[in-house]
């Protein structure tokens, strides 16, 4: 089956750490996304690309970086410049819009 | 003011009550989304509209383009209804995703 796999489902960090979290997709979609979601809140998007070997900043780039190498890929690092790093973090694809979701990652600080 | 507003953000109902849940939007979009977030984090995509009313089992989604409004039924709720319910517009102009509401918090009591 079609799908988006994110991983690990939970993941602990230490400050001053990067930590880099997994997004495949086996859709063909073109279009990848990175969103946070904090409670009570809105998810709020991080970075996306809409195709390979391009992506762009979206509205809390800060702090995280990322790759995409290849159309099924597009991992997202958590760097130690990111002060609050705790947090919900989902990853989308679609054809030119979000259509499909992960499961998520909850990346917590130790 | 967020560009997406929800209403209520939280909800609880006893089994079988018709559920409404309102989303409104302040900016120009292509279509309107309705998603299902369950306790696990993963979501799921119920409808994507840009005009009328849609149905799928017990969920109806409609949407007013004039008005920058839309709502999710749920008829003959259940306990497995349980979930937040994610309001999250295509903005018209900008291929950056979804601008997304805070969601709303249903509980469906046995």
């Known amino acids: 089956d079609g799908g988006i796999t994110q991983s690990p489902k939970y993941l602990f960090r230490k400050e001053g750490q990067n930590v880099t979290l997994s997004c495949e997709q086996n859709?063909?979609?073109?279009?990848m996304y990175w969103y946070r979601q904090d409670p009570g809140q809105g998810l709020r998007l991080i970075y996306y690309?809409?195709?390979?070997?391009?992506?762009q900043k979206g509205d809390i780039a800060e702090g995280y970086s990322v790759s995409r190498e290849k159309k099924e890929s597009f991992p997202l690092t958590v760097t130690s410049a990111q002060k609050n790093p705790t947090a919900f973090y989902l990853c989308?694809?679609?054809?030119?819009?979000?259509?499909?979701f992960g499961d998520g990652t909850r990346l917590s600080i130790l | 003011k967020n560009e997406v507003e929800q209403s209520p953000q939280n909800l609880t109902a006893q089994e079988g009550e018709f559920i409404t849940i309102n989303c409104s939007y302040s900016?120009?979009?292509?279509?309107l989304h309705w998603l299902q977030q369950h306790p696990g984090g993963g979501i799921v995509s119920l409808f994507m509209?840009?005009?009328g009313k849609k149905k799928h089992g017990r969920l109806i989604a409609t949407i007013n383009i004039q008005e920058k409004h839309s709502s999710l039924h749920i008829t003959a709720s259940h306990p497995r209804d349980s979930a937040v319910y994610i309001c999250?517009?295509?903005?018209?102009?900008?291929?950056?995703?979804?601008?997304f509401g805070k969601g709303t918090h249903l509980i469906i009591q046995p």
């Open positions: 900016v120009g979009i292509s279509a």
């Open positions: 509209l840009s005009s």
């Open positions: 989308a694809s679609g054809r030119s819009q979000p259509q499909h």
């Open positions: 690309s809409q195709i390979v070997n391009d992506f």
């Open positions: 999250a517009a295509s903005r018209l102009l900008g291929a950056d995703g979804l601008t």
């Open positions: 859709l063909n979609h073109d279009a």
